[in-house]
């Protein structure tokens, strides 16, 4: 079975534009978590989705926003990005009731200058 | 609310010897709790998790915890440290009580092998 995948990778972009960063999960899976992970705050929590709905959502605020699409491939956006925002974006997927693991991709690197 | 605090923020053994990573958890319930392991530009990968079955919980790599409710710890042991062993490790607990994948990790700890 394939792993989760993100794309892209890496990506840099400026303050004050807006990114938008994929992930795919493993086949059957139908929850998506999404996490920020820095050397400063840790790994956080942003959003999970469970079949295209938003089912849990971390303190962020609202200029971190996702979605998930009916192939439960899911999708994060950032708009007016700040230097702050600059972190490995993390996402998992899991079969999507409590207590099952979560399987994580390897990350996108979004650098903002 | 549920969180967790690993009490090491690093750790250096020697190969061949043995591995303790720390973790203490906070919970007005019985929580599910999970150690994950993350080498250097790589995601994160599980190790084990408990969910109130046996409350010692072997993984992969020969890695175990064990759930002690007494002590509110869920420490992570090896018998004999490898180098590949290296990384950062995570210890987590899901947050909530339905069908909620809200994840609180630790701080982590990040453990040295030497020759």
């Known amino acids: 079975k394939a792993g989760v995948t993100q794309t892209p990778r890496y990506l840099i972009k400026t303050r004050g534009q807006q990114v938008t960063l994929s992930c795919s999960p493993i086949?059957?899976?139908?929850?998506v978590s999404w996490y920020q992970q820095t050397p400063g705050q840790g790994l956080q929590f942003l959003f999970e989705?469970?079949?295209?709905?938003?089912?849990n959502k971390g303190n962020f605020p609202g200029r971190f926003s996702g979605r998930q699409f009916s192939n439960s491939r899911s999708e994060m956006n950032v708009s007016t990005l700040e230097l702050g925002d600059s972190a490995l974006y993390l996402c998992a997927s899991s079969l999507g009731q409590r207590n099952y693991e979560q399987y994580f991709g390897p990350g996108t690197r979004l650098t903002v200058t | 609310a549920q969180s967790v605090t690993q009490l090491d923020s690093h750790v250096s053994v020697s190969e061949g010897t043995p591995v303790l990573l720390r973790c203490n958890y906070s919970s007005s319930y019985s929580p599910s709790l999970f150690w994950y392991v993350q080498h250097p530009n790589k995601g994160l990968q599980l190790l084990l998790k408990?969910?109130?079955?046996?409350?010692l919980v072997k993984g992969i790599n020969g890695f175990e915890a064990e759930f002690k409710k007494s002590e509110t710890s869920f420490h992570l042991t090896k018998p004999s440290a490898h180098m590949s062993d290296a990384a950062e490790y995570f210890c987590v607990v899901i947050r909530g009580w339905n069908n909620n994948n809200d994840m609180r990790f630790g701080a982590g700890t990040r453990l040295t092998v030497k020759p």
């Open positions: 086949s059957g899976h139908r929850s």
């Open positions: 408990y969910t109130s079955a046996a409350t």
């Open positions: 989705y469970f079949s295209e709905t938003q089912r």
